[in-house]
């Protein structure tokens, strides 16, 4: 198993794929990844759906603007693509009341299960491009997402066919700040 940090320095956005099929024990396993992701108050707001299907990824496709989005491809190119979605109303609340300035707290449990889901991925030896560029409604009508959830983020899933070099990246100090901003 590689170095924890090899692996998240190593991950990148994938938007081309190779035609191999993605084995279900590794979706299994990627799913695994996102069951153990942090959430508030271990709510675990999120629900995947796994879409293989052509025609499905296709309407998906369709939701995103018309020019622009260079992820547009690999909606249907992968083998597989997941739909990251939310129960609202639940994460970022007490007894039905939001208890931070920051509202709904559901996309920064999404967040940490997408960075699980892509790290493994990674680590199983393939690729992801995670997609927010899309017209969530349509999206939801899509894939039949009922009333009280949404859909988050949509991320194509399979071998890369062509892996990019790291962009650059600011140095930990040019962030870090002691005791005061």
Same mark, same amino acid.
């Given at each position: 198993?590689? #170095?924890?940090?090899?692996?998240?320095? /190593?991950?990148?956005? &994938?938007?081309?794929?190779?035609?191999?099929?993605?084995?279900?024990?590794? +979706?299994?396993?990627?799913?695994?990844? &996102?069951?153990?992701?942090?959430?508030?108050?271990?709510?675990?707001?999120?629900?995947?759906?796994?879409?293989? #299907?052509?025609?499905?990824?296709?309407?998906?496709?369709?939701? !995103?603007?018309?020019?622009? *989005?260079?992820?547009? $491809?690999?909606?249907?190119?992968?083998?597989?693509? !997941?739909?990251?979605?939310?129960? $609202? /109303?639940?994460?970022?609340?007490?007894?039905?009341?939001?208890? $931070?300035?920051?509202?709904?707290?559901?996309?920064?449990?999404?967040?940490?299960?997408?960075? *699980? %889901?892509?790290?493994?991925?990674?680590? %199983? /030896?393939? /690729?992801?491009?995670?997609?927010?560029?899309?017209?969530?409604?349509?999206?939801?009508?899509?894939?039949? +997402?009922? #009333?009280?959830?949404?859909?988050?983020?949509?991320?194509?899933?399979?071998?890369?066919?062509?892996?990019? *070099?790291?962009?650059?990246?600011?140095?930990?100090?040019?962030?870090?700040?002691? *005791?005061?901003?």
């Amino acid at each position: 198993m590689a #170095d924890l940090l090899e692996i998240i320095k /190593g991950r990148r956005s &994938i938007r081309k794929y190779d035609d191999r099929d993605v084995p279900e024990a590794m +979706v299994d396993q990627i799913l695994e990844a &996102i069951r153990w992701a942090p959430s508030w108050t271990n709510c675990q707001c999120w629900e995947v759906v796994v879409i293989r #299907d052509p025609a499905i990824k296709a309407q998906l496709q369709a939701t !995103l603007p018309p020019k622009g *989005n260079p992820a547009a $491809t690999a909606i249907v190119q992968a083998p597989v693509l !997941l739909a990251l979605c939310a129960k $609202t /109303g639940i994460s970022g609340y007490y007894k039905e009341l939001q208890t $931070t300035k920051f509202g709904e707290w559901m996309m920064y449990d999404l967040g940490l299960a997408t960075q *699980n %889901l892509c790290l493994m991925a990674h680590d %199983l /030896g393939l /690729g992801t491009v995670i997609v927010g560029l899309f017209d969530h409604d349509r999206a939801k009508i899509v894939i039949n +997402v009922p #009333d009280g959830y949404e859909v988050v983020t949509l991320i194509p899933l399979g071998y890369p066919a062509k892996v990019g *070099n790291a962009p650059k990246r600011r140095e930990s100090h040019g962030f870090t700040h002691d *005791n005061h901003f």
